[in-house]
């Protein structure tokens, strides 16, 4: 079971940009797709983005077309490039390798890999 560690959260300003990076402790080159949950106090777990191997994405749609989801296979490292940030963003978001991928989306099950999350706060 790989240990997924993510950083780059903190508090950020209204409009401003953010990059998450959540680094694997074993290689993610042969992993078919890997994603970004958030979640906020009293809510459900909601998948942000996620990317396959060969490079198809998906993104929620309340974050289409402001963030993006890219991979650096030599890194061990998913990255979540995060843009025209408001206060709806905060949460806390989770690396994630799903065991369960349906038409290139993944489906949260008890046998994924998670990271610990991290905290972003979009505030002024």
């Known amino acids: 079971q790989a240990q997924l560690v993510e950083s780059g959260g903190g508090l950020v300003q209204p409009g401003e940009s953010r990059t998450l990076s959540c680094t694997s402790s074993?290689?993610?080159?042969?992993?078919?797709?890997m994603a970004w949950y958030r979640q906020v106090p009293g809510k459900k777990r909601e998948l942000v983005a996620s990317?396959?191997?060969?490079?198809?994405?998906h993104y929620a749609d309340s974050v289409s077309g402001r963030f993006t989801i890219f991979v650096d296979n030599a890194k061990r490292t998913v990255y979540l490039q995060m843009t025209g940030l408001n206060p709806a963003d905060t949460a806390v978001y989770y690396c994630?390798?799903?065991?369960?991928?349906?038409?290139?989306?993944?489906?949260?099950?008890?046998?994924?890999?998670w990271g610990q999350g991290i905290q972003v706060t979009v505030s002024s």
């Open positions: 994630n390798i799903p065991a369960v991928v349906i038409a290139d989306i993944p489906q949260a099950s008890d046998n994924d890999d």
């Open positions: 074993e290689s993610i080159a042969s992993i078919y797709a």
């Open positions: 990317i396959t191997k060969s490079g198809n994405t």
